[in-house]
């Protein structure tokens, strides 16, 4: 049996029924293509007969793709895979999923009928399919509570009827791993023809199993994996590629490999989680914002003596720059001192004791303590050493109006100014600053966080601005936003230009 695992993307199929998340064609292009250059296998583009709209993205990703396979999902309809075949007809390597479900909850009161009545429309669906392609997937829905047995009958029925992948979905995400995984082992060992196509996983994950029960199928036998970038899907939603894909590069005394370029994970959750609106929860594995970060003072020593003292994973694995070393109340000296290191102030002994009592007080006060706190407990104001400095910043703004902003700095002693008009008044005001300094900078980040509670409250403003090649933080507070932004841009910038 091959190790390799098959990365089956469903993100534009079972990712896209969240609600509140559909894309409109061109999104749906961009992810695919996303999708081609992170080394999916397979990428299901859609439910063709569902909508106009979702016939369209399918015809039009199938054009736009190379070479993994577009797959198309139906029922076990002749009309649907009419539709799917269609709609596929530009797509290099085309896959039409049908299916229909096995469990006795859908045979009974899904479809009102029996066993050998679903048997029977199992293997006419798939023969049905072959007739347009050669790479036809079935699914036997709700499998994980479907009868073994019964199970093994379809199966092996499908496959001799042209199946090349069977897919055995825990639809509800009931089965705990150990039953799941059993459930793939019974299938390899009881299916006289099961070794004529590939087995799929596809979990789901109501009690928060997906990952563990893909991973229990992938080792008793399954070699294709239905996952989606940030484990986004119906209800609870669906395995996460990521964490997949990770679980099989970490552990190298695995068999398994896939396609998948890990360093481009990180760029490509970002990607979906903005075009569907979709936050990733901050503790979520692998992309999550927590995921490489440290508080605890434990942990941030060991992981300063040696990344994989508590880090299994690389960041840059994944496409992340570093760790990140968060300062709390439980942070320790080491901990303290590398940060005003990365700030360019080295001190210790005495000093450092004096400077981190100081910094336990204010960490008692203050949840997260930043750069700037930081330099001020060593009686360092970055506002008064700066090269660039706001001298002066107006802006006008309103509904119906478009935003102007003119700004005047000060560099090095020497007075600039210029003017510019932004799709508000902070894409003004940051236009107005690049007029000036004329540099190739690019804003990855821009956190907005608010400190306390009011109308006149401090905003605190966090960016990350690219600068060949490399990635520069910026801080900045002031109950005017606008001028906390520009500031926290300038704040970057001084930190890469020659004085």
Known sequence: MSDKVFIFDTTLRDGE??????????????????????????????????????????????????????????????????????????????????????????????????????????????????????????????????????????????????????????????????????????????????????????????????????????????????????????????????????????????????????????????MVSNLMNMPIQPNKAIVGRNAFAHSSGIHQDGVLKNRESYEIIDPKEVGIDENSIVLTARSGRAALKHRLSVLGVEIDGDRLQEVYLEFLKLADRKKIINDDDVLLLVGMERSEDRHIKLDHLQVVSGKGVQSVASIRLDIGGEKFEAAATGNGPVDAAIKALKCIIKRDMTLQEFLIQAITKGSDDTGKVHMQVEYEGVVYYGFSGNTDIVVASVEAYIDAINKFVKK
């Open 17 to 270: 029924q969240v609600p509140g998340c559909q894309l409109n064609t061109v999104e749906k292009i961009q992810v695919a293509k996303a999708l081609e250059s992170l080394g999916v296998d397979v990428i299901e583009a859609g439910f063709p007969i569902s909508s106009p709209g979702d016939f369209k993205s399918v015809v039009e990703i199938s054009k736009a793709v190379t070479w993994p396979t577009i797959c198309a999902l139906t029922r076990s309809v002749e009309k649907d895979i009419d539709v799917a075949a269609e709609a596929l007809k530009y797509a290099k390597h085309g896959r039409i999923h049908t299916g229909i479900g096995t469990s006795d909850y859908h045979i009974k009161y899904k479809f009102n009928s029996n066993r050998e009545d679903i048997l029977e429309r199992a293997i006419a669906c798939v023969k049905y399919a072959k007739k347009y392609v050669e790479d036809v997937e079935f699914y036997a829905e709700d499998a994980g509570r479907t009868d073994n047995e019964y199970l093994a009958r379809v199966v092996e029925a499908v496959i001799k009827a042209g199946a090349t992948v069977v897919n055995i979905p825990d639809t509800t995400g009931y089965c705990l791993p150990g039953v799941y995984g059993d459930k793939i082992k019974f299938l390899m060992e009881n299916v006289p023809n099961i070794h004529q196509a590939v087995i799929s996983t596809h979990c789901h994950n109501d009690l928060g199993m997906a990952t563990a029960n893909t991973m229990a199928g992938i080792l008793n036998g399954a070699r294709q994996v239905e996952v989606t970038i940030n484990g986004i899907g119906e209800r609870a939603g669906n395995t996460a590629l990521e964490e997949i894909a990770m679980i099989i590069k970490s552990h190298k005394d695995l068999p398994y490999m896939t396609n998948i370029n890990t360093q481009l994970i990180s760029q490509t959750s970002r």
